[in-house]
Structure formats: structure tokens, C-alpha cells
């Protein structure tokens, strides 16, 4: 198939729009045409009225050609259904795709320049394009095979109704809104000819976004012509080409391109990211432009922004700053190059002062001759920057380079005030202070130090020009604290006094050292312990932990702060979050003080405490960050039973005379884990033995032992199970 000379002489046209803005071929197809194995990459969009289009590619010559011969598998999979997705994907066999037979494309040609292309690139019997010259050196390919493949996908990229006639791109009509998908493409050329990936998109309608105005359109207006740029490689994976209106008003445009502009430059190692465009125009007349994306899917973006401006005939002549003599401190006589050729093109001059060299220029002379070539300027700042205006009669301007005025400044700026920085988690410091108000003001020198009378260290290699500066600092490590000062530099590079030091504290990640327990000792059923502090200086408490031998979880007992605060009992530790929380709290209410008095004593005493029970012991260091060292080896003790229990009570006697025997009888004695009660007895004077032992449940026995005119002594004692003894109460009974 011949391309007729009507589409020849378009594609022709097209090619040379193409090579007006671009410098070669697309260097990823290049780099696709080398690649080992050939992929099929495929990307889709959904529509508004409920369809998904869907477009694909090969990416290598040789696949195209390949596929072109036996298709393209098109199958879709339904993952998600109602944001759930599904245990089993649902397959439906959406087609085979491959080019349209040659009959079908000899219509849709006459009307369509694209379709010409890609007609071309598929049947024509050899791939050449009249009326260029050295083609292969446009394209940068040698081989015809390259050429189809090249023009024939650019052809589809331009044009979805060619893709989709060329076998490469696709319309979903039957989806579903609550429904994600899967489209699968797989190649049909039989592996043993050639291996090529598969491709696929996941996608659904609820991916649907409307499409973005293209970004950061620039318009420089020139002498009978307006440059415009934009920045395409934002968009690059959504517009593939560009149209460009024009409007006299700014009401009614119109394009300037038939045919969309592109750009075949795009690769990641050549990517200048912007698109030029040049338009001839009257000089004078005011003009508005705007541009329009084009998606591979024939969308049309809304317009962007639109610049607007006028050309203007350029002055010829350039005014140059020559000399700068200083009269004094204020006064200056500068003096300047004009080719005398140019007077009778201007009106004059104007001399133009910033206080940057790239600031915002003010006019301070007007209406200086057409023939003068110095002025005399006598209200100069610190720093100036002056250039020289020529004032065209056409209404063009011409403006010298700018030249730094600097008067002799040997005063140094005043002492930065308001010096202030924070420190986060990361180590991330802020530091802020007030501007200073001198003009001269060139930027401020910061430095930086461990330990407060130490000589500091500048951490800004040139004066830093703002009064926001970020540094950052290592947390895990011994220095606490970090300290800043700055000084003020002019553009004389005078500097000033030094601010005041900052002192920032870093956050804190290192728990104090371990607190240890020295000695102690059980006196008085108390214990009395002693510990060696922790030797952290940011240390602000110790807290005293004590738990009983059947018990799971510590207690806290006892504070002991910089202000000897005790805090109450029965906070808990170990297992509870609360009474971590809460020793935390307690740190940092404490930290000022601790920062300035000196840890209270190392010494405290338990008297709440029980003979017989069993208590252990550890200690806790919290600094003033809240953070808590490591328990001490915990101090188990056990209170030994020093103190008797009570004696037995309400004792008393009776005498029976007549049938010779004494009773004795006592207060039921109700203490626990009593065995027995002994009865000890004795004649007066004589030695005193064991009488009788008696069941805790007695109170009353009868002693027959008893001889007329004697007295006895009787002793009762209870005797516990361990073994334990109670006071003694005496007797004594007259017989």
C-alpha cells in the first residue's frame, strides 16, 4: 500500500512540525528497541459515562511486527466488588486484538492524517517520506523496520480511533461503578518464535479524575515574536501533545496548530522538561495565549493560564557604568558609556537604585539629558546598587549592568536581639532571632558549642542571609546541653557583638545510671537502709519500691526529691502504667530544682513493716526528662519476732478447804496459732516446774496437790505453734 500524494505531502508537514521542537527520537523507544525481551505495557483511563478506555504498546520493533501477525489476548478480572475483594477473581474474554485488514483502512485515511501514518507503517510496501532530506539522521534509526515501528505508535498515541483501528487500544462499556478490575493483555505469538511479557493495568471507575489544566505556561515577548514555554514533563504521563490558542482580546481564541505539538525529546538522560513554541506578531498589539493538553486518548485538558503581552521594536544601544568616584560618605559621581550614534533614538536617562543586586529597582533621577555621560548622586545608603536607563523615543528602554555603590563603613551592625531555637526528638534545632535593622545588613554568622565556656565553632560556611537557621545535633550522646551564639556581618563584613548564648537542652534518650543499695539493718522492727544515688546529673528523684513475698507487683513507698518531697503510699509500679505516669509527672515538676540544689540524703527508714513477713526492696533514679534508670538489685529482708505476745488474763482462784483442792480459772485466751497453755507451779521458796499444759480451749483446772498451811505459786504462759512464748502472769494462793 502507497501512501497518495495528498497524505505523502500532510505526513510530510507533520514530520517537520515535529523537528521544529525536537532534537531526535524518544530515547526510551531507542533504549526499548535493545531491550533483551519485549514487554507489552498498557495503561487506562475510565470515563465519565461509565467506560474504560484502555491503550497498549510493545516495546520493541520486532514484538510489533510479531503481534501485528497474531494479536493481542484482552481479558479482564473482577477483583473487588463493594470494596471487598473477591476470593475468586471473575475472567471475562474481552478479545483478540491485531491491526484492521488493509481493506478497512483505505476510507478512514482520506479524512484522517494519523490513520495515514500508521496505514502506511503496517502495509505499505516500503516506508519512505518525500520531500525530507537525511530522514534517517531526523529519527536517528537505520532500519525500515524501526521506521514503521516509531511512526506507526506515534500515529496511535495522536489518535485513539487509529489505536483502536491498529489493534492497540480498547473501549470497556460493560463496568461497573462499585468494581475494581484487572485488564491482562498476553501475547499470542508462540514463545519458540519470541517471549514477550505480558502487561496489565488495575483500575476501576472510582479512579476517575477530572483532568488538570496544564501548569506554569511563560510567555517572553520579543521584537515581532512571543516565546512560549511550559512545563510538560509535570504532565508528561497524562499529555502527549499540546494545542496553542491566541486571542487579540482575551475573550475569543483560536489555534495556531492543526495539528498538536509534541515533543520527541523526552527521555530521562536528554529531558530538558519544558516545551517552546514561537509565534511571529505586530510589534505594539497586546497579545493572550493559552494552552490545551491532549491525552493518547483524544481528551482534551481544560486551558491553562494565560499570559499576555506585546512586542516591542528593541533600542540599539546599551548605556555601561564606567566609573565610580567617591566624593564623601553620600556623594558620588558616576560616570558612563552611551555611543553617541544613540542620542537622537532616546529621550534620556535614568539612574535606578536597589538595595540588591536583584531587588526592586526605584527610578531617583529623572530626565537626564540624551547627551550627558555622568551625574553627580548625592544620598547614597550603605549599600546601593545603581544602574543607567536608556529611555527610548520608541518607547523602548535599554538598562546598563548594575554597579554596587559602597561608601567607606567601618561601623559595625548592632547586636543580634531575640535569639531563640528549640530542639526536637530527632535532633532537628531551629534556631530564630529578630532581623536587624541596619541596611548594610549582608547576613549573620552563627556558631555553635558543647559546653558554655568553651570557644564555639561557626557552623555557617557564609554569612546566612535569613533569620531562620536549622541544624542539627546528635541526642544519644553524653553532652546534655547545647549552647549557639551569632553575629551580625555587613556587606563590609563589619560584625557585630556577639548575641547573648543559648543554652538549648537536648532531648533526652539515656536513662540515669543504676542507684545500689550500700547496707541496712532491722532495728526496732524497722529497716534502715542505705544507698549509693545515682551519679546522673540530670538525675531530679529517687524512688523507694518495696513489695511483700506473695505479692506480684512493686509499691512505691517513698520519694526522695531535691525538695525531700515525700509522695504518699500506695502508688503502683513495675506492672502499672499509672504509677509510671505518675513518677514521670513528678520528675518534671521537680526539674528546675534539681537543676540547682544538691540530691537530699541517701539514707531512709521502713516502719511499716511485720514481724515475721518477708519485704524486698529496690530503688529507681528518674531524671528530669522523666526517663527511669534500672531497678537496683532488689534488698529482700525478713523481720524477725522480737516482741512477746500478750499475757493470759483474768486469773484467779478458789479454795476448797474442806475437800482439799484449789481451782484455778482465766480469761479464754483468743490470740491465733496458739498450741497449748502451760501451768508452772511451786511451793513458796522452793523451786518452781512444769505442772500441767492445757488445751487453748481450757480455762478452768482443779489442782489436788495441795497440802494445808502452805502457799503456792502458779505461773501460765501460752505457747504458740512456732514456737513462740506469751508474757507470764503469776499466782500465788495461800492454802
Not at 498476553?186 to 519470541?194: I, M, R
Not at 505461773?715 to 507470764?728: N, P, T, W, Y
Request: net charge neutral; with cysteine.
Amino acid at each position: 500500500m502507497n501512501l497518495n500524494k495528498r497524505n505523502r505531502s500532510l505526513l510530510v508537514l507533520l514530520i517537520l512540525a515535529f523537528c521544529f521542537i525536537a532534537t531526535g527520537v524518544d530515547a526510551q523507544q531507542k533504549d526499548s528497541l535493545s531491550a533483551p525481551e519485549p514487554q507489552i505495557m498498557v495503561t487506562a483511563r475510565p470515563k465519565q459515562d461509565g467506560k474504560i478506555m484502555l491503550r497498549w504498546a510493545v516495546t520493541t520493533a520486532k514484538a510489533w511486527r510479531k503481534l501485528n501477525s497474531y494479536g493481542y489476548e484482552l481479558k479482564r478480572y473482577t477483583i473487588i466488588r463493594n470494596k471487598i475483594t473477591l476470593a475468586q477473581p471473575i475472567e471475562k474474554k474481552l478479545g483478540i486484538f491485531k491491526p484492521k485488514p488493509l481493506d478497512q483502512w483505505a476510507k478512514i485515511i482520506e479524512t484522517n492524517d494519523n490513520a495515514a501514518v500508521m496505514g502506511q507503517s503496517l502495509y505499505g510496501e516500503k516506508f519512505e517520506l518525500g520531500g525530507i532530506k537525511d530522514l534517517q539522521s531526523i529519527i536517528n534509526l537505520s532500519e525500515e523496520q524501526e521506521q514503521r515501528f516509531t511512526w506507526g505508535l506515534y500515529a496511535t498515541d495522536q489518535d485513539f480511533e487509529t489505536a483502536q483501528m491498529a489493534g492497540l487500544g480498547y473501549i470497556d462499556t460493560e463496568v461497573n461503578a462499585n468494581e475494581k478490575y484487572v485488564y491482562k493483555l498476553t501475547s499470542l505469538v508462540p514463545q519458540t518464535e519470541l517471549l514477550i511479557k505480558d502487561g496489565g493495568v488495575f483500575i476501576g471507575m472510582q479512579d476517575y479524575e477530572a483532568l488538570p489544566k496544564p501548569l506554569d505556561l511563560s510567555g517572553t515577548f520579543l521584537e515581532g515574536k512571543t516565546m512560549l514555554s511550559w512545563n510538560y514533563a509535570i504532565h508528561k504521563q497524562l499529555y502527549n501533545s499540546y494545542f496553542i490558542e491566541r486571542s487579540d482580546d482575551g475573550i475569543t481564541f483560536k489555534r495556531l496548530n492543526d495539528l498538536p505539538i509534541t515533543t520527541l525529546n523526552n527521555s530521562d538522560k536528554s529531558d530538558a522538561k519544558r516545551m517552546f513554541y514561537i509565534d511571529s506578531i505586530s510589534n505594539g498589539q497586546t497579545y493572550h495565549y493559552r494552552i490545551l493538553g491532549k491525552t493518547i486518548f483524544g481528551e482534551t485538558s481544560p486551558a491553562s493560564a494565560i499570559v499576555f503581552g506585546k512586542g516591542e521594536k528593541l533600542l540599539a544601544f546599551v548605556p555601561h557604568i564606567t566609573t565610580k568616584n567617591y566624593l564623601d560618605d553620600k556623594r558620588i559621581i558616576l560616570e558612563w558609556d552611551f555611543l553617541e550614534e544613540g542620542n537622537k533614538e532616546i529621550k534620556g536617562f535614568e539612574l535606578n537604585r536597589s538595595d540588591k543586586v536583584n531587588g526592586d529597582y526605584k527610578v531617583i533621577v529623572k530626565n537626564i539629558p540624551p547627551n550627558a555621560r555622568k551625574i553627580l548622586y548625592d544620598n547614597l545608603q550603605p549599600t546601593n546598587y545603581l544602574t543607567i536607563t536608556a529611555i527610548g523615543l520608541n518607547g523602548s528602554n535599554r538598562t546598563s549592568f548594575p554597579a554596587l555603590v559602597q561608601p567607606v563603613d567601618s561601623i559595625p551592625p548592632v547586636k543580634p536581639m531575640g535569639f531563640k531555637g528549640t530542639i526536637d526528638s530527632l535532633g532537628v534545632v531551629r534556631l530564630q532571632w529578630e532581623a536587624n535593622k541596619d541596611k548594610d545588613i549582608l547576613g549573620y554568622r552563627i556558631f555553635r558549642g558543647n559546653n558554655r565556656n568553651e570557644e564555639y565553632s561557626q557552623i555557617t560556611i557564609s554569612p546566612h542571609l535569613t533569620t531562620v537557621y536549622l541544624d542539627s545535633v546528635g541526642v544519644k550522646n553524653l553532652n546534655t546541653k547545647v549552647y549557639y551564639t551569632l553575629v551580625a556581618v555587613d556587606q563590609r563584613f563589619n560584625m557585630s557583638e556577639p548575641s547573648d548564648i543559648l543554652e538549648l537542652k537536648k532531648p533526652d534518650f539515656i536513662k540515669p545510671t543504676q542507684p545500689i543499695f550500700k547496707a541496712y539493718q532491722i532495728k526496732d522492727s524497722k529497716v534502715i537502709m542505705d544507698w549509693t544515688s545515682s551519679s546522673s546529673e540530670d538525675v531530679v528523684k529517687h524512688e523507694i519500691y518495696r513489695k511483700e513475698e506473695n505479692s506480684p507487683d512493686w509499691v512505691l513507698l517513698h520519694t526522695v526529691s531535691s525538695r525531700q518531697s515525700t509522695v504518699s503510699r500506695g502508688q503502683s509500679a513495675g506492672g502499672s502504667k499509672q504509677g509510671e505516669e505518675s513518677s514521670k509527672q513528678s520528675a518534671v515538676n521537680n526539674t528546675e530544682t534539681a537543676q540547682t540544689e544538691k540530691l537530699p540524703t541517701e539514707t531512709w527508714t521502713d516502719d511499716q513493716v511485720v514481724e515475721g513477713n518477708q519485704y524486698s526492696y529496690t530503688i529507681v533514679a528518674v531524671d528530669d526528662s522523666g526517663l527511669q534508670s534500672d531497678q537496683a538489685p532488689a534488698l529482700t529482708v525478713i523481720i524477725p519476732k522480737t516482741s512477746l505476745p500478750p499475757a493470759i488474763r483474768g486469773l484467779n482462784s478458789f479454795v476448797d478447804k474442806t475437800n482439799h483442792y484449789i481451782e484455778l480459772y482465766w480469761s479464754l485466751y483468743k490470740e491465733v496459732n496458739v498450741a497449748e497453755i502451760a501451768i508452772y507451779k511451786g511451793e513458796k521458796d522452793k523451786p518452781i516446774t512444769l505442772f500441767r499444759n492445757v488445751l487453748p480451749t481450757v480455762n478452768r483446772i482443779v489442782d489436788e496437790q495441795v497440802k494445808p498451811n502452805n502457799e503456792y505459786t502458779y505461773l501460765f504462759r501460752a505457747v504458740f505453734k512456732d514456737g513462740r512464748m506469751s508474757e507470764i502472769t503469776k499466782l500465788n494462793v495461800k492454802y
